[in-house]
Each structure stands twice: as C-alpha cells, then as structure tokens.
C-alpha cells in the first residue's frame, strides 16, 4: 500500500509540476512572439505626437533599470507589468494632445500590453512593488501638475514615457531569449 500511495504521490507531484511550468510557459509566450511588435506600435504613436526634443535629465530613472535588468525573469516580467501599468495611469490627466491618437496609444497600452503582461506576470508568485518606481512616476504626475499641464510639461514627460518604453524593449529582449533558451 505504502509503494502504491507513493507512486500516486510522485505522479500527482509531476503533473503539477508540468502544468506550472506549462502555465509559465504559456502565459510567457506573448513576450516572446507579440510584444515587440505591440511596443513598435506604441513608440510609432508616441513618435506622431513629438513635439520639439526636450531634455529628460534627471527624470528617468536610470539606476532601477539597470538593477532590475539584473533581476530574475519573474522581476523582470513584473516590472514591465508595472511600468506599464503606471504609465496608464500617467495619460489618463492628457488633455494637450489630439484625443484620437491618445485614445489609440491608450488603448493599445491597456487593453494589448497591460493585459497580456499581467497575465503573465500572474505566472509568477506575487512580490512586493517597487516603491521607487512609484516614486518616479508620482514625481512625474507632480511636474505636470505644477506645469499645470503645460504643452511643455507634456513634451517632458512624453520623452520620458518613450525612453521607458524604449528600455522597456530591452528587458522584454532579454526575457524573450530566456523564454526560448
């Protein structure tokens, strides 16, 4: 009976083992075939808005990004979650730019990208939040606010939000070689 229990419990124990790694996989799989190309599309409509070329120094948050592209796989997906997640957040006070072209670039970062990398992201057991990065993107939402939301503040924070992006296609790089390697 014991060596009979044990098997059933070694079998079980493989098969969930599978299907997590099946689940991780499979919830990865967007990074690997479709972000690149949600990402083009996203830095094209930031590129139709530019305006005139700003200076970001001391905005973007260089350091958390070269730590983070140091992390695990499972940081790193959460990471490109988040980011994306505050830079949602980031558009929704927009008013300086034509609507059409925000509505599109909004909805390809909630309903494409945000989505598909919380899924995957779900794949991942749950960890703390970068602080820092909240930090960043509340000192963002408080440049505009003290701009009033100047066409300028605007441009500031747009060259910001595409460098992140930018650097965003670095680390989805990376986690897309680990995927398939």
């Known amino acids: 009976m014991n060596a009979k229990m044990n098997a059933k419990q070694m079998w079980l124990c493989l098969f969930l083992v599978f299907c997590s790694v099946q689940t991780q996989c499979y919830g990865c799989k967007w990074i690997t075939n479709h972000y ?22 001391g905005l973007f948050p260089h350091r958390l990004y070269t730590r983070i592209e140091k992390s695990t796989v499972a940081d790193q997906v959460r ?15 927009v008013e300086k730019w034509d609507t059409r072209e925000l509505d599109h670039l909004q909805n390809i970062l909630e ?22 990065l909240r930090k960043h ?14 066409h300028n503040s605007w441009q500031r ?19 897309r070689r680990n995927f398939r390697g």
């Open 36 to 57: 690149r190309i949600i990402s083009g599309e996203t830095l094209t409509m930031l590129r139709k808005m530019e305006g005139q070329t700003v200076s970001i120094t």
């Open 111 to 132: 309903s494409r990208q945000l989505a598909e990398l919380k899924h995957c992201a779900e794949a991942y057991p749950a960890t703390r939040r970068s602080s820092k």
């Open 157 to 175: 924070i747009r060259a910001v939000v595409k460098t992140h992006l930018e650097r965003m296609d670095i680390i989805a790089d990376h986690l």
């Open 137 to 150: 993107f509340r000192e963002l939402r408080k440049i505009l606010r003290n701009a009033n939301y100047s």
């Open 79 to 93: 990471f490109l979650a988040e980011v994306t997640e505050q830079i949602v957040k980031l558009f929704d006070h």
